[in-house]
């Protein structure tokens, strides 16, 4: 079977590998442009899935965005069966999601129809959900609506970054991608489709959201300080300066919240218990320990972060 795959980010860098790996006939790979970085912006970066494909010598198309003629040309041209999916970064057209004759499927990091939407693996542990997973589902014009194709569930672990959630998630979901598209070959796929009204929905983050509120109980600091790590990292402020908060432990203890209570390691109240941060990040500083910014220049027992 001829497939098209549609990805961009190292999440989708596993399930490339996997069909790969799995002599699928992968023809061709979209994914989005080389981004410029460095100071000067003059250094473009591929998208890691560009790396892999350039790797095992597929073609690559990089447009702006998935429309048009030309695009719609370049996609007829690989002559698709398939289209797979996984966290490309584009809304497509329901003229791009009828060219495979076989339509299209995406690997969706959570347990559908919840979570729908762009930011899923990290509203799960904001949630303070016990379990989350990955589906595969065919693909229509409503976000992440489609027909169940399958599904997987896995614990989230009780001090699991959104980082390290992210991989366990992107590993699990090539496995299944590689099996769904076994049974589909063999006629023994069956889709199911979506209860609407049990979805709920995972919007893209925003800096509001990222924003530490020490009043809350420790439990939900801890869980909103892993639900963005490493990316975008969740903050607060001490002397009027951003500091961004990685590996929290919830526990026991008092204070006013935000008040530092200890700084060996760092222990900053909430309301109620005590959070440990063991990493930090002040804004044009490289991440530290908690312990080392409070023997530099940081706040000492008795401070308060807001």
């Not at 098209?4 to 790996?21: H, K, M, N, R």
């Not at 069966?81 to 999601?97: D, F, Q, T």
């Amino acid at each position: 079977m001829r497939i098209v795959f549609f990805g961009t980010p190292e999440f989708a860098v596993p399930s490339l590998e996997a069909l790969i790996a799995e002599r699928a006939a992968v023809v061709g790979v979209v994914t989005q442009p080389d981004k410029p970085r460095g100071r000067s912006r003059s250094a473009l970066v591929p998208p890691p899935v560009k790396v892999v494909a350039e790797r095992h010598g597929l073609s690559v198309l990089q447009p702006e965005r998935p429309v048009g003629d030309v695009f719609l040309a370049a996609l007829r041209h690989w002559r698709p069966e398939l289209g797979v999916v996984v966290a490309y970064g584009h809304i497509l057209r329901p003229e791009v999601l009828a060219l495979p004759s076989r339509g299209m499927i995406n690997l969706h990091p959570s347990l559908l129809p919840e979570l729908r939407g762009a930011a899923p693996i990290n509203w799960a542990i904001l949630r303070g959900d016990a379990d989350t997973g990955v589906t595969i589902i065919q693909m229509e014009a409503g976000m992440d609506s489609g027909p169940i194709l399958t599904q997987a569930v896995t614990p989230i672990g009780a001090n699991e970054t959104a980082g390290e959630l992210a991989g366990r998630l992107a590993r699990l979901g090539a496995e299944n991608l590689v099996e769904a598209i076994a049974l589909m070959q063999m006629g023994r796929l069956r889709p199911v489709a979506q209860d609407a009204a049990r979805a709920t929905l995972a919007p893209k983050i925003d800096r509001k959201l990222t924003r530490i509120a020490w009043g809350e109980p420790a439990a939900a600091v801890s869980r909103r300080i892993r639900a963005f790590d490493p990316e975008p990292g969740a903050w607060t402020t001490w002397n009027e300066t951003e500091v961004k908060l990685f590996a929290p432990t919830a526990g026991r203890g008092e204070g006013e919240p935000g008040e530092v209570v200890s700084i060996r390691p760092l222990r900053v109240a909430a309301g109620p218990g005590v959070v440990e941060i063991a990493e930090v990040q002040p804004a044009g500083r490289a991440r530290m320990t908690g312990e080392g910014w409070c023997r530099g220049r940081g706040p000492q027992i008795g401070d308060r972060l807001e």
